[in-house]
């Protein structure tokens, strides 16, 4: 009779053993790329929806109060508050609203980690606390910076978001094209996709969607990839020798891509979330005002946030965005 030959007990468990630790190493990177995807389709859909939102409205200024007593001193803020009431909810479903002082009634957190998960930031309840220079230098002083320094409000949708919102009461008072300056800014909204729900970090759950101009509103939603690229490039190049910037994205990974004029502003809007801030660095924007090497591109400085126009084989900075 010819002997049967299967597995030990031993050789079983081991296998076993093997399997458990693949697993246990493979599984969590798996569970990352899933909810990753899933929180990047979740991102655009909403942006979709408050952009068609937004579009529906007539202007996006003159909503929302701020009053002063004769020292100067603020007696009532409801801007962001009232923007919500008054206008956001005639165009898109609400669930329920928390005005000033009670954003976590709403679900959002108290605390979001950095884009680079190196540092934990007190989530913002006034303007101001989404970068330290929105209302300096070229933007506002005095008594315009105090009254564009609103505080937050806060909505969650029907889709289980929660979403703070920070209004400009000066929204559209500047026409410059050559600074983007903080009046360009209309509305700011920082959401949270799975409310009280971790991880609470910035290009995960939580993101951000700005609306600039007062009339034919532009809605922009960037997605930043984790760092800045490591040296400077210039917009366009003509030689084979250094990569220009809409490559540096390109090689940086497929799904990136070079940020328009727009959706630069808006990571400097949102800097403190995702590492923007420095001194005087100036990034590359994809705009072009004449396409040749010599021609004209425009950049954007993330100290003050201002957007001038330079040579595009200039060498700035590079902060790519998902597609």
């Known amino acids: 009779m010819k002997k049967k030959k299967g597995f030990t007990l031993a050789e079983i468990l081991i296998t076993l053993a093997i399997i458990g630790i693949v697993a246990a190493i493979t599984l969590p990177s798996l569970l990352v790329n899933v909810n990753e995807k899933a929180w990047d389709a979740q991102k655009k859909a909403l942006h979709a929806r408050l952009a068609q939102a937004i579009g529906q409205m007539n202007t996006l200024g003159g909503y929302g109060t701020y009053t002063e007593d004769t020292q100067g001193n603020a007696t009532a803020d409801t801007a962001a508050e009232s923007f919500i009431l008054d206008a956001l909810s005639k165009v898109y479903k609400i669930n329920n609203v928390c005005g000033p002082d009670k954003l976590s009634s709403c679900g959002l957190p108290s605390k979001i980690t950095s884009i680079d998960a190196t540092s934990e930031i007190t989530f913002p309840t006034k303007m101001k606390e ?3 220079s929105l209302l300096n230098g070229n933007h506002y002083t005095g008594e315009d910076g105090d009254v564009a320094d ?20 000066l929204c559209g008072s500047n026409t410059s094209a050559n600074n983007i300056s903080h009046n360009k800014m209309c509305v700011n909204f920082i959401y949270d996709l799975n409310g009280s729900e971790g991880p609470n970090q910035a290009g995960k759950d939580i993101g951000f969607i700005t609306a600039f101009y007062n009339k034919n509103p532009v809605v922009v ?9 490591k040296s400077n490039a210039p917009q366009y190049s003509d030689t084979t020798d250094k990569l220009d910037a809409p490559t540096v994205c390109k090689t940086m990974g497929e799904d990136l891509r070079l940020p328009n004029t727009d959706e630069l502003a808006s990571l400097y809007i949102n800097a403190s979330f995702i590492n923007l801030l420095g001194n005087n660095n100036t990034y590359w924007s994809s705009s072009v005002i004449s396409p040749s090497v010599s021609g004209l591109g425009w950049v954007q400085r993330s100290s003050d946030g ?5 040579t595009r084989s200039s060498n700035y900075l590079v902060r790519c965005i998902k597609k």
Not at 221 to 229: D, E, G
Not at 306 to 310: E, L, V
């Open 130 to 132: 989404l970068n330290e």
């Open 150 to 169: 609103t505080k937050a409000a806060a909505f969650e949708t029907v889709n289980g978001e929660s979403i703070a919102v920070f209004y400009n009461p």
């Open 221 to 229: 939603a960037p997605i930043p990839y984790t760092k800045n690229y």
């Open 306 to 310: 201002g957007r001038t126009r330079t």
